[in-house]
């Protein structure tokens, strides 16, 4: 099963918002977000921009990336410099109706693995921890 959920603690993304009024004050994840996307495209990742949502932002992709795969950015409130990453979908295996099976393990695995270098790599991300949606969801920490 792959590690889809990524937790790390940085200071390094603030939170903000374009409409303090609509999201109480501040959402979270959306320099992280922007940042994500550059990191990504610079790693040759086909990342598309980003959008908000009421929990925080997700980093669109486009081809060759199939269009079901984004990447949630938000706060983690576990920690007060907390961020969590999910990468959907959980499962590689996309079932369509009365259409064949679509595998994205490849492409699930160049986008876990570019996320990982890009965390690891900057020295102001700490305590990077990842889990299987399994493990996520049913946590015994």
């Given at each position: 099963?792959?590690?889809?959920?990524?937790?790390?603690?940085?200071?390094?993304?603030?939170?903000?918002?374009?409409?303090?009024?609509?999201?109480?004050?501040?959402?979270w994840g959306r320099s992280l977000?922007?940042?994500?996307?550059?990191?990504?495209?610079?790693?040759?990742?086909?990342?598309?921009?980003?959008?908000?949502?009421?929990?925080?932002?997700?980093?669109?992709?486009?081809?060759?990336?199939?269009?079901?795969?984004?990447?949630?950015?938000?706060?983690?409130?576990?920690?007060?410099?907390?961020?969590?990453?999910?990468?959907?979908?959980?499962?590689?295996?996309?079932?369509?109706?009365?259409?064949?099976?679509?595998?994205?393990?490849?492409?699930?695995?160049?986008?876990?693995?570019?996320?990982?270098?890009?965390?690891?790599?900057?020295?102001?991300?700490?305590?990077?921890?990842?889990?299987?949606?399994?493990?996520?969801?049913?946590?015994?920490?």
């Amino acid at each position: 099963m792959l590690k889809s959920y990524v937790e790390f603690r940085t200071e390094l993304f603030p939170p903000c918002s374009e409409n303090t009024d609509e999201w109480e004050g501040a959402v979270w994840g959306r320099s992280l977000a922007t940042y994500l996307n550059t990191e990504l495209q610079k790693r040759g990742l086909p990342s598309a921009g980003i959008q908000a949502e009421d929990w925080g932002y997700v980093v669109n992709f486009e081809a060759p990336f199939h269009e079901d795969i984004w990447l949630g950015c938000g706060k983690y409130d576990e920690y007060p410099d907390g961020f969590l990453l999910m990468i959907e979908p959980k499962n590689p295996i996309i079932k369509k109706w009365f259409k064949p099976n679509i595998d994205v393990t490849e492409q699930l695995e160049q986008l876990i693995q570019a996320l990982d270098q890009i965390l690891q790599q900057n020295e102001a991300v700490h305590d990077v921890k990842w889990w299987t949606a399994t493990e996520f969801e049913n946590p015994k920490r």
